[in-house]
């Protein structure tokens, strides 16, 4: 089946630090992958995605990885801030059942100004 | 509105009660979704509609939960006779199209938080 590991918080970190948020997967057929945020007292909204290997996702200074040959897609940011304060989703879908999203377990993140 | 829009946003049920949930996706989305989410934990696909049809329901846990979307537009999440494993938070999502190709976009909701005692 399809299934999505990442990173068990809760991670908390001081403004300007650097952030990853690791996420491994397994999947039955050919994943994309993506990252969701749920802002305080806000749905889950997508912040990134790449749809086959190598590809980058990037939006709002974070990135993340495509990497086919370690099954991961790893969340990076070089300097977070009080903003970036939420709870983070790695998620797939595979091409032959791509209606439906896969979620990891989510990881909380603090940032102290 | 401009988003996916849920009620109620909570709801508390004594065990054995019938509860309805409602969701109305953003204007014009073909596809809408039902998650389940339970504390500390990522979302659970219950089922999914395209327009009207409901073309998967097999995250649905038991028979006592039901969905419709009769018109393809708002849709309802039928839980009956709530048991307490039943508390949770269910998501509502929406996509504009029928998003094949792995786009992955959903609109979601603030979600309903069920609490059955």
């Known amino acids: 089946g399809n299934s999505v590991t990442q990173m068990e918080g809760p991670v908390t970190l001081s403004e300007e630090a650097f952030l990853t948020i690791n996420c491994t997967y397994t999947a039955t057929g050919y994943p994309s992958l993506f990252w969701y945020v749920q802002y305080p007292g806000e749905g889950l909204q997508l912040l990134l995605k790449?749809?086959?290997?190598?590809d980058k996702g990037s939006n709002k200074g974070f990135e993340a990885t495509y990497r086919k040959e370690t099954t991961s897609f790893h969340l990076e940011k070089g300097s977070v801030q009080v903003s970036d304060s939420a709870v983070y989703f790695c998620a797939l879908t595979v091409r032959s059942n791509d209606y439906k999203l896969s979620f990891g377990a989510g990881t909380t993140v603090t940032v102290r100004a | 509105g401009a988003g996916v829009s849920q009620s109620p946003r909570y709801k508390v049920a004594k065990r054995g009660q019938d509860v309805a949930l409602r969701c109305d996706p953003i204007s014009g989305h073909v596809s809408l979704f039902w998650y389940q989410q339970a504390l500390g934990q990522g979302p659970e696909f219950l089922t999914y509609f395209q327009n009207e049809a409901q073309l998967d329901k097999s995250g649905l846990p038991s028979d006592r939960f039901f969905a419709e979307r009769p018109e393809g537009s708002v849709s309802t999440l039928k839980i009956q006779r709530t048991q307490q494993e039943d508390s949770a938070v269910y998501l509502c999502?929406?996509?504009?199209?029928?998003?094949?190709?792995?786009?992955?976009?959903?609109?979601f909701g603030e979600g309903s938080r069920l609490t059955v005692l």
């Open positions: 999502a929406s996509s504009l199209d029928d998003i094949a190709g792995g786009t992955g976009e959903l609109f």
């Open positions: 790449a749809t086959k290997a190598d």
